[in-house]
């Protein structure tokens, strides 16, 4: 290699007993050439030291003040944990480099000093960089720019976050025509879209493709219950006291969960299992600041066994002494399974220890499929779009805060962004018109009026409030309306979603924080409550779930059908399998099964599509208003990853009537247009695009007055003016984000020719895990769950009874 690292760096290398990785050299080799870079490498491999070994070497050898380098972080905490491990290689060697966070739990002296002198290195997030660039000192402030590193680039490239990030960089490369750009990611399947959503103008030849060293394959167990794995639950609450005994047997074991309201369920569960009083944290993004600064504090200095974490810790925080990662229930996808368990170990040479834990039958089945798409090195695939148009109307705004822009060089710098890069002229004014007056309908009132063109041809901000507005409100992630939960002297112990909030009164008890708390009162901002010893209810979380996988999907639809597979399964699974062949049909890859059977006075279909629970939730809402039209009387539908099961009081003697794509034409616009769905998605591309406020100068809005205004603006662009870019902007959102629409689309399509109907006369065994969900109450209290247990037991011996 002829990038050799200066001798300070190699000297580092050798007092460690470490070599510098080969991928670690190809990053300073094409940082040298002048070339942008994207890294692939396992975990554990080094990957954050090989960002920014280009930065320390230049550092070294062009030694300066002013900002160098931009650390691009999907998470706070990743952002002070990198921090945190860049601190000490860097007195190590002795270097006069300042290195800095910048997020939005910086305090405001430190951001306002930092902008005034800034440190050579600030990690920052999408939000917090798109902030920075909205001031008129930005061109200054970034003028000298050498570097941008994105760091977990799969966390948000595909998303709106990685559309803001996108033109942030597009901003910078016209204010540092010289910066050069690179991103780092464990888990990419697709290199060439990544190198193309990193380059300038889409280029992709501009971006090396540097792939790390391969790791040590991981260690990968599925824990099976003590007994039959269960029917139905997608938690695996039931396996606690096993998961205890493996916290015991390790120094430390990070416990995933998918939601955070199972966080905090699992977490109570180990708390009765922990007979040995081992020190045990939970840490969610719903927790306070303080809450989750001092749970990552006691981890990496190893004062916890074990920590119960969801998505909020899936990326990148480095903490070398977790020896075990346990995932609850089944993990969705190989790449998410991959980053979880990168959490354990992470050194490359070591195998990372991981066990999942699947809460039902099918959960048992998807784990198995995400072992083998593991070992087979199958990612999930990413599927890029084009960009959102109120994040463009966001980094507009941002951008017009700064300095007044001219129309025309604005629209090329936008364009140099892929997301955008063929993005229309007139698509183009509208966002401009839009950001300008708020449209047609709304034109008459002053608040919308936010950009003004002057007489010299430039856009600038109509008035200065406009821009603490912004300022205040910027940001892509619009989170469900919130209340603080907070004791009675003011200590706040995090947030919980309105609507849950909604169902609670003074004494009732939910779980929260790791501990049992009882309602004192509510205000419009807060729920008021004080620690109890009464059992408790817990909360429960809004938020999409987590889809199965395509990949996923497809391997578990293999296992059905391959009975050669089937000898690797526990015996009860396999069973499972054996009886619902003899009684009705497993259906082959690209078959869609749907049976029909009667039970108690009512008629049931189940159809097993695999396309995951959004989709699913969509569908059976859809069906269940055509099962209205043709007189079949419905009752209501319930659905998992795996199937969707509609009932009624008329058999369904012709199901694929009620599958044809027709339905996403009338049923699914009704639908939408009537449900909450295009209201609440209107809600946030209102928020983002910065037509209703969040923040007022000194106060909050509550949730309650965010929806009410945008409900009001929706109600009336609805009316009046029904091609509003904003409305459009819903619709694409409540289309792909919130119901899995192209997934749906894909399975009418081909229902017609693929459906395999099979009448039944009672339940078959396929279907026991999802009629089990009938009736669950969306809080689960020890009643309910014993109630659930004894009716799946029930269907299951109905189900698995010989003919």
Request: glycine share 8%.
């Amino acid at each position: 290699m002829d990038a050799p690292l200066p001798p300070v760096i190699a000297d580092w290398f050798a007092a460690k007993g470490w070599r510098p990785r080969r991928h670690q050299i190809e990053m300073l080799h094409a940082a040298r050439a002048g070339r942008h870079a994207l890294l692939v490498a396992a975990t554990g491999a080094g990957k954050t030291l090989a960002g920014f070994v280009p930065t320390l070497a230049d550092l070294i050898e062009r030694p300066g003040e002013g900002l160098h380098t931009l650390y691009i972080s999907p998470l706070k905490a990743l952002a002070i944990d990198v921090q945190r491990n860049l601190i000490g290689p860097i007195e190590e060697m002795g270097l006069p480099i300042r290195i800095e966070a910048r997020t939005g739990d910086t305090p405001s002296d430190r951001k306002a000093r930092q902008r005034i002198k800034p440190p050579q290195i600030l990690l920052t997030t999408p939000e917090s960089l798109s902030l920075l660039l909205s001031y008129p000192d930005s061109a200054g402030l970034f003028a000298g720019l050498r570097r941008v590193v994105v760091d977990e680039v799969h966390a948000f490239a595909t998303g709106k976050r990685g559309d803001l990030l996108s033109l942030c960089m597009a901003r910078l490369q016209a204010i540092a025509p010289a910066m050069r750009r690179a991103a780092l990611s464990a888990t990419v399947a697709d290199p060439d879209g990544y190198r193309a959503w990193l380059a300038p103008d889409g280029d992709i030849g501009a971006v090396a493709l540097v792939r790390g060293e391969p790791g040590a394959d991981p260690d990968i167990a599925i824990m099976l219950p003590e007994g039959r794995v269960p029917w139905s639950g997608h938690s695996a609450r039931y396996a606690a006291p096993q998961v205890m005994a493996e916290i015991a047997a390790h120094r430390t074991t990070i416990v995933f969960s998918n939601t955070r309201g199972l966080a905090e369920l699992i977490f109570q569960d180990l708390w009765k299992a922990n007979d040995a009083n081992l020190p045990m944290g939970v840490h969610h993004g719903s927790l306070s600041r303080e809450a989750r600064r001092k749970v990552e504090a006691a981890m990496a200095d190893g004062r916890l066994r074990a920590l119960v974490a969801t998505a909020s810790l899936d990326l990148g925080v480095d903490w070398g002494d977790v020896d075990c990662v346990i995932q609850m229930g089944a993990p969705k996808g190989s790449s998410r399974l991959l980053q979880r368990i990168g959490r354990a170990n992470h050194r490359l040479d070591e195998a990372s220890k991981a066990i999942v834990v699947p809460g039902n039958r099918f959960e048992y089945l998807e784990a198995q499929a995400a072992l083998d798409a593991v070992r087979a090195g199958e990612l999930d695939p990413d599927i890029f779009r084009p960009g959102s148009l109120d994040v463009l109307a966001q980094h507009l705004m941002a951008c017009a805060c700064a300095e007044p822009f001219d129309a025309a060089e604005m629209l090329q710098e936008v364009r140099a962004a892929l997301p955008y890069s063929a993005l229309t002229d007139e698509t183009f004014d509208r966002v401009l018109n839009f950001i300008a007056d708020g449209g047609y309908a709304l034109k008459a009132y002053d608040r919308f009026k936010r950009l003004t063109k002057g007489p010299d041809g430039l856009w600038r901000v109509s008035h200065p409030r406009f821009v603490t507005q912004h300022r205040l409100n910027a940001g892509i992630i619009v989170d469900a309306p919130t209340l603080d939960v907070r004791f009675k002297n003011g200590r706040k112990l995090g947030t919980v979603e309105e609507y849950f909030a909604a169902t609670l009164s003074p004494g009732d008890t939910f779980f929260f924080a790791g501990i049992s708390l009882e309602v004192e009162r509510m205000s419009e901002l807060d729920l008021i409550v004080r620690a109890t010893s009464k059992p408790a209810r817990i909360p429960t979380y809004v938020g999409a779930r987590m889809p199965l996988s395509t990949n996923l999907a497809h391997r578990v639809r293999g296992f059905l059908h391959d009975r050669g597979e089937w000898r690797r399964f526990p015996d009860d699974v396999r069973e499972w399998l054996e009886v619902q062949d003899r009684r009705s049909v497993l259906p082959a890859p690209g078959q869609l099964l749907v049976e029909t059977f009667p039970r108690e006075g009512r008629h049931y279909m189940v159809a097993y599509s695999f396309e995951g629970w959004n989709a699913h939730q969509s569908l059976g809402m859809l069906i269940t208003r055509r099962m209205e039209a043709l007189g079949l009387k419905p009752l209501g539908f319930v659905a998992n990853d795996y199937s969707l099961a509609c009932y009624g009081l008329e058999p369904i003697a012709d199901p694929v009537r009620l599958f044809s794509p027709d339905i996403l034409e009338h049923e699914f616009v009704e639908w939408v247009q009537g449900s909450a769905l295009l209201k609440r998605a209107f809600r946030e591309v209102a928020v983002i695009g910065g037509l209703v406020e969040r923040h007022h100068p000194g106060k909050r809005k509550t949730g309650k007055q965010v929806t009410f205004s945008t409900d009001l603006i929706y109600d009336v662009l609805r009316k009046y003016e029904p091609g509003h870019l904003l409305l459009q902007a819903a619709w694409q959102d409540a289309r792909a984000r919130m119901t899995d629409v192209g997934r749906l689309a894909d399975l009418l399509d081909r229902a017609g020719r693929t459906m395999v109907h099979v009448e039944l006369d009672r339940v078959s065994p396929l279907a026991v895990p999802v009629l089990v969900l009938i009736g669950r109450e969306s809080v689960a209290q020890k009643t309910a769950d014993d109630a659930l247990l004894e009716e799946a037991e029930l269907l299951a011996a109905e189900a698995m009874a010989a003919d």
